[in-house]
Structure formats: C-alpha cells, structure tokens
C-alpha cells in the first residue's frame, strides 16, 4: 500500500477517535444510546467510506459493513463498531509482510506481558 494511502488510514482512525470522545449520553427521562457531535461524525463516516471504497472497492465487506453503520443519525454505538470495521480495512489493506510483521509485533508483546505477569505472582 501506498504510505501516503496508509497515513490517510492513520488520519481517519485519529478523527474516529475523536468522534468517540465526544460522546454525550442522553437527556434523563429518554431510552436511547448516547450520541456523539453529529457533524464530525458524518464527515468521519463520509470520509472513512471514501476511503474504503477507493483502497478495497465498494464490494468489500469492509466498505458493506460501514455502510450498515451509517444509515441514521450517528450514535456512540455505531461510531465504536464503525471504528473497529475502519481497523480491520487498514490491516487488510496492508501488504501481507507489514500485516505479519504487525502481528508478530503483537504476538511478542503479549508474550512480554505474560512474563512479567508471571514474575510478578512469583515476587508475591
């Protein structure tokens, strides 16, 4: 994948984030699921599906799945499991030897992690 394709994904998974922190819950009284800043959210959507459309095609299941989240107005939920589905685009998009190297580097910090687990309920 292009770098300047990849920096693009980075940018859109940093404004994601920041569709996130603007989450508000409802007003008392009112069942739903909290909501987040609606405009900020429709352009993240708008520009993450652009996005996908263009690096893995409209056919995608990623561009499919975003697509679900983005029928109504934007709630917290639908931003959390659109962020997750923009994620998953941004591995899949990466060329076999970055995703391998991407687990790999997961793999030996959740090995590094059960070590110092393990050291530490032996220190106790």
Known sequence: MEERVLKRFEEM??????????????????????????????????????????????????????KRQFTNYPKHPKVEQAFGILEAARDDALPDGSRDRRLDDYFFAAVHHLHVIAWASDVS
């Open 13 to 66: 998974l940093a404004l994601g984030k920041q569709v996130l922190a603007t989450r508000r819950s409802p007003a008392p009284g009112h069942i739903t699921s909290a909501f987040v800043d609606v405009q900020l959210a429709n352009q993240w959507f708008t520009s993450s599906l652009n996005l996908i459309s263009r690096v893995l095609g409209e056919n995608s299941e990623h561009y499919q799945a975003m």
